[in-house]
């Protein structure tokens, strides 16, 4: 098992909620070596947090946007390198 993992914490804005972000997004996750969350935010955004080897990351994040954008209006993110914390990808 490695020590790191590249990670991503991505917050999607727009008409993203109630479209079946999230779903698509768990499909798409199913179809990468990720594990992590997508999730509902209170303020009308999805977050998304995944974790793996980044061409994996890379890959999976062009998918989601490349199914999904006619409902993304805005994109913000950060990326790190961290010891990882999930061991499957679902939604919450």
């Not at 946007?65 to 939604?91: A, H, N, V």
Request: charged residues 30%; aromatic residues 14%.
């Amino acid at each position: 098992m490695e020590d790191f993992v590249f990670h991503v914490e991505i917050y999607y804005s727009g008409r993203v909620q109630g479209v079946g972000f999230r779903y698509s997004t768990w499909l798409a996750a199913r179809e990468f070596e990720v594990s992590g969350f997508v999730a509902n935010l209170p303020d009308g955004r999805v977050l998304l947090e995944a974790e793996g080897q980044e061409s994996e990351i890379v890959g999976f994040k062009k998918e989601i946007e490349s199914r999904l954008k006619p409902f993304i209006r805005k994109i913000e993110g950060k990326t790190q390198q961290r010891p990882p914390q999930y061991s499957d990808f679902g939604m919450k």
